[in-house]
């Protein structure tokens, strides 16, 4: 009999050790699944966190690089209307087109009107409109944005 109850103490303490050991793997399985299942969604808030504050950096940076030029106001430091309009060979050159509307923040054509620039800073030359529609006047040339040449000779 004292075998038997020194057998029943020994799988007592065998059981109490085995459910200790079941305890801690299963405490920290549970507190290492927990980790990983908030890591599942920290890490993609994080990611989007990141690609947005990419995305904002370069669109401040861009903005702040073009309303920013030597020479040129602040845009929004004056509002001015000028009638306009560009003759080649006696031909005009039709600036309701899309492609040569609101291309710069300083000097352009808005709302399809092709014969009123809008000046939206001072100190702004009329180069600035030409540059931006990928037109040129140098040594008594006019490049059109098509590369097509018109010299005074």
Same mark, same amino acid.
């Given at each position: ?11 007592? %303490? ?6 200790? @050991?079941?305890?801690?793997? &299963? ?7 927990? #980790?990983?299942?908030?890591?599942? %969604?920290? =890490?993609?808030? =994080? !990611?989007? =966190? $990141? ?12 903005? !702040?690089?073009?309303?920013? @030029?030597?020479?040129?106001?602040? !845009?929004? +430091?004056?509002?001015?209307?000028? $009638? ?13 087109? +899309?492609? *040569?509307?609101?291309? &710069? #923040? *300083? =000097? ?18 009329? $180069?600035?409109?030409?540059?931006? !529609?990928?037109?040129?006047? %140098?040594? &008594? ?10 010299? &005074?000779?």
């Amino acid at each position: 009999m004292f075998d038997k109850k020194e057998k029943n103490d020994k799988n007592k %303490i065998g059981k109490k050790s085995d459910q200790r @050991k079941n305890w801690d793997k &299963s405490y920290f399985e549970a507190s290492r699944r927990k #980790r990983n299942r908030n890591l599942m %969604i920290i =890490l993609p808030i =994080l !990611v989007v =966190l $990141a690609v947005l504050g990419a995305y904002a950096i370069s669109t401040y940076s861009s903005t !702040v690089s073009h309303s920013i @030029k030597p020479g040129y106001g602040k !845009v929004g +430091s004056e509002h001015v209307h000028a $009638a306009f309009a560009v003759r080649v060979n006696g031909n005009g050159i039709d600036f309701t087109d +899309s492609r *040569y509307q609101v291309r &710069s #923040r *300083y =000097l352009h054509m808005e709302n399809g009107d092709g014969g009123t620039l809008h000046r939206r800073a001072t100190g702004v030359p009329i $180069a600035e409109f030409f540059d931006s !529609v990928k037109m040129n006047v %140098i040594r &008594s040339c006019f490049t059109l944005d098509d590369g097509t040449k018109y010299c &005074s000779d």
